[in-house]
């Protein structure tokens, strides 16, 4: 994991020397801010580790490309959380909350035209290709989000139509920066794009992991309230798929769980865990898991690198989804 | 102005194909919305007639250029409806209005993407030269806007202060469009550079005239309710000029009048009327706007390509001045 500190401080020396004005204060003050929280960087860290899997010295040439996919992330950050109207984000007061939605409107709005900042000081012959994946990955961003939000006003949720969409919302971001990394690095478009869908079917494995941690997990090393997504009605894997399974009969009794609060019944949580146990629900969620966390594997073992070269990828791929080898 | 009309049907054909996808509805029919209801569509004719300047046979390869000026002001409009609470726009319901301000924000960004969309089309040896004014650009507007939100917050704003504000909100976009055509067309940098200032300068004299026109404007031609920025307390030419100039004791007056609506003072525009009157304040914004005007007309001059070439922007010019020659 050496590399990867090496990593994580070239970053931040490059993020600490990107130019962001004084004034409009309440323009750039909240992007300082965001900035600020920082959060794992996991991002900016797969495209320098996307570029050093093909080429060493490509690294400090993948500065502004890892600091155009954590300004692309931090800006949807900004807006996602004033859509979820949430009140805070990584333990601190969101954007929207500190100042107001039209400030986090508009300083989200600057921040993506920072990321695209960025992009401009790549290597000019690669600018074309980086631009190209960049603006097919936010949109596809966007469009994540969109179903998100419009899931949460459905009854029903395909399994199909849950995994694309956090697909498109959280998984194709890793996959673009990987592959950013790997084209400032000079890599073919073969290699490429095994990278990209070792990132991408890795992120799905990872938040497919994060549902049923959520249930699952413990709680001590979680870090969050176990069954939150199911006080919440959120929609997860588990919950998809138990929608898909759920007998006539029991669908009765999960109608009723849905329109219940932790006051309106106190064993909501342990009362859902029941159903899911019923149908064998952690297993089909677990196999669904391991299924994309085995294609992402397979992908970055087809790239035609040495298997050296692959290590930190594999290590950190380890790392997220907590195997042990 | 045949040839106005060309470009405006070549812009319209290219438009047509620029592929909005069906689904997620709610992140692109909202988009598909705010273009439709169309405007004048000033500014991708800018670009047009930019690439037309120095290069008839370039016109063509600008037009992604000129779609991703016109998604970048659509983008802007979305989301300065938002900030402002504007119920209508053209006549029409604000998409936050239509849909809700969620959809709003996220149907933004994903138009924002969708200009830098255009300009991965655009040549491929002109890519990094026309993103770098187009970043710098569009962070200048989010400014510009910043600014103008600031100062409805502030009794006092100086006149420098405004045009600086309405330079970056809405006039750099003007002269950024029109340097597009011309980095498309292969112009010099010095001749760029000229008509960026061309555009910028004509901007801000286009939004003077706008102010003037808003109290002294004819209400048949103008289309507008007279006096309505002076209802509204709205920050304008006139305004910042009086409020330097107003002697202690009229600023008593003054003070008074913006804290009158038309219901507890029914003569609160022509009273203003009186004050501006008093100070020669309509002459001396008159002599800005003129200023402003001769700086566009001189850049236009300099620029060394034969004058037969400049008419359509110096008749372009007369149009939007509301000039006879």
Known sequence: MFQELVHAKAFQNYLEKVDFPQKPQHLYDPIRYILSLSGKRIRPLLVLMGAELFDDSAIKQALPASAAIEFFHNFSLIHDDIMDVAPLRRGKPTVHQKWNDNVAILSGDALLIKAYQELSK??????????RLFNATSLEVCEGQQYDMDFEERAQVSEIAYIDMIRLKTSVLLGCALQMGAIVAGADERSQALLYDFGVNLGIAFQLQDDILDVYGNP??????VGGDILSNKKTILFVKLQELVSPADQEELTYLLRQTIDT?????????DLYAKYDIRTLAIYQKEKFTTIAYEKLIEIQVETDKKQALFSLADALMHRVR
């Open 122 to 131: 790549c290597p000019t012959d690669k600018i074309s290709a980086l631009l």
């Open 265 to 273: 019944e106190p064993n909501k949580v342990e009362k859902m865990m």
């Open 220 to 225: 001590q090393s979680f870090g969050k309230q």
